[in-house]
């Protein structure tokens, strides 16, 4: 190419189209959600007075979930996520009295998504970051161990949030995810040690689920 223009109009073409490829891989998207939560309770928080108890708990339930993020490039996100993990319960009787303990657990997530793109349709990824927790704790028919009243405690603690899942876009604007996520510890510790009324009992907190995700 001896022509200057000839060249400059050739640089210009390519660079526009490195432009025009960057900007497709970069955008927003947002998404709603519906999983299976459980959690893992420790049982010693749920039983700090030396009273014998007949133990039994519900550990899962359904859990929901909405979400934005940035796709900075094709390997690259950050996201930002709020998740209500569920209703779940904690019953002690013992032998005259069956108490009821609701756990209710809440929080926003804040994490890097590392992402492998297979095909411009087909990706799978991974979640790093932290999850900011809020735990509730209301007690029913309670006047034993834990508490005489059904008033709730809350709690709010700060965790690792880790996780992995895939995603497919249909049309290149909307799509479908399948995430697994460990929202960690949750929760405050209860003892003998500590006032009644003032702590939640902990637990190890993960989901599984399904989400429609829309890019804009």
């Known amino acids: ?51 014998p108890t007949t133990d039994s708990k519900n550990e899962a339930d359904a859990g929901f979930k909405g979400f934005i993020g940035y796709q900075i490039n094709r390997t690259w996100a950050a996201e930002m996520s709020y998740t209500t993990l569920g209703k ?9 009295v069956v108490q009821d303990a609701v756990y209710i657990v809440t929080g926003v997530g804040f994490s890097a998504v590392p992402t492998i793109p297979f095909t411009r349709n087909l990706s799978v990824y991974g979640r790093l970051g932290m999850f900011f927790s809020q735990t509730r704790l209301t007690f029913y028919n309670s006047n034993f161990n834990l508490g005489s009243s059904s008033g709730g405690r809350q709690f709010s603690e700060t965790g690792f949030l880790s996780g992995f899942g895939a995603q497919y876009f249909f049309d290149g604007e909307s799509g479908v995810r399948i995430e697994y996520e460990n929202f960690g510890r949750v929760g405050s510790e209860c003892s003998l040690n500590i006032p009644a009324g003032t702590c939640t009992g902990r637990a190890n907190a993960k989901m599984i689920s399904a989400s429609a995700i829309f890019k804009f």
């Open 1 to 51: 190419m001896k022509h200057p223009a000839v060249r400059c109009t050739v640089a210009a073409l390519l660079l526009s189209g490195v432009c025009s490829t960057y900007a497709a891989d970069s955008y927003w998207y947002t998404g709603l959600g519906v999983g299976y939560s459980r959690v893992q309770f420790y049982p010693a928080d749920f039983s700090p007075s030396p009273v």
């Open 88 to 96: 779940f319960h904690y019953k002690k009787d013992n032998g005259s």
